[in-house]
């Protein structure tokens, strides 16, 4: 190989490896106030777990390739016409839905999913027990939110799709330009998601000291010594 082909393929190397050090983290970690991104509207009641990821796709081994199955029987079933599939949606990270999303069987694999796709919070009417406790697991704040303002929030991105929102858990709001919509976060879940304390394996890991002289002190994991 040439000296300029190795040049060549150093800078590339270089180039990759500086985008991987400045991408933005796959997974929350710690406190969380705010949520911002674009917004994606999936209407419709009653959204059950199975629609979000089909049953055959629990067979897998790890939630890593998720993100791409979710939603999958639907988008088939729309042929490309499914909010999931339109290229104006594909970088949004916030999911507008209406009353009683995530229904169903209790499966973690659909706030996976829907983390995986990139949707990293979820405004709804109402939605399932369940399904709301697994997101909270994972750090996806789920707000609720009047049907009068969803209409209004869904009229707003219809008639311009690349509006930028925050949705900020401190003030419980969702925020756009000079317009904002009150939102409503179950008090638990608002303390977890602005202490940290949803986020168990980061806070396993601050707590090792302590994890580790509790360990050394239990006779049956040290021989009764």
Same mark, same amino acid.
């Given at each position: 190989m040439c000296d300029r082909c190795q040049k060549t393929l150093l800078l590339k190397a270089l180039l990759t490896n500086l985008k991987l050090m400045n991408k933005v983290p796959l997974f929350p970690t710690g406190p969380i106030h705010k949520v911002e991104g674009t917004c994606i509207y999936l209407t419709g009641n009653d959204i059950d777990t199975d629609r979000i990821i089909p049953a055959r796709f629990l067979k897998?081994?790890?939630?890593?390739?998720?993100?791409?199955?979710?939603?999958?029987?639907?988008?088939?079933?729309?042929?490309?016409?499914?909010?999931?599939?339109?290229?104006?949606?594909?970088?949004?990270?916030?999911?507008?839905?209406?009353?009683? %999303?995530?229904?169903?069987?209790?499966?973690?694999?659909?706030?996976?999913?829907?983390?995986?796709?990139?949707?990293?919070? /979820?405004?709804?009417?109402?939605?399932?027990?369940? %399904?709301?406790?697994?997101?909270?697991?994972?750090?996806?704040?789920?707000?609720? /939110?009047?049907?009068?303002?969803?209409?209004?929030?869904?009229?707003a991105i219809e008639f311009k799709p690349e509006l930028l929102f925050t949705l900020d858990i401190d003030l419980e709001q969702i925020i756009c330009e000079h317009q904002s919509w009150p939102l409503k976060i179950e008090l638990g879940m608002r303390e977890m998601l602005l202490s940290g304390k949803w986020d168990a394996t980061t806070n396993l890991l601050q707590e090792k000291e302590q994890i580790n002289r509790i360990k050394n002190s239990i006779p049956y994991i040290n021989d009764f010594n």
């Open positions: 897998c081994i790890s939630f890593d390739d998720l993100g791409k199955s979710v939603f999958a029987d639907d988008r088939i079933e729309q042929k490309g016409l499914h909010p999931f599939d339109q290229i104006k949606n594909q970088k949004s990270s916030i999911l507008l839905v209406d009353k009683n %999303f995530g229904c169903g069987s209790s499966r973690e694999h659909a706030p996976q999913a829907l983390m995986r796709w990139g949707i990293r919070a /979820i405004i709804g009417q109402s939605f399932a027990e369940i %399904f709301y406790g697994n997101c909270l697991s994972i750090g996806i704040p789920c707000a609720s /939110i009047s049907e009068s303002c969803i209409k209004s929030l869904t009229k």
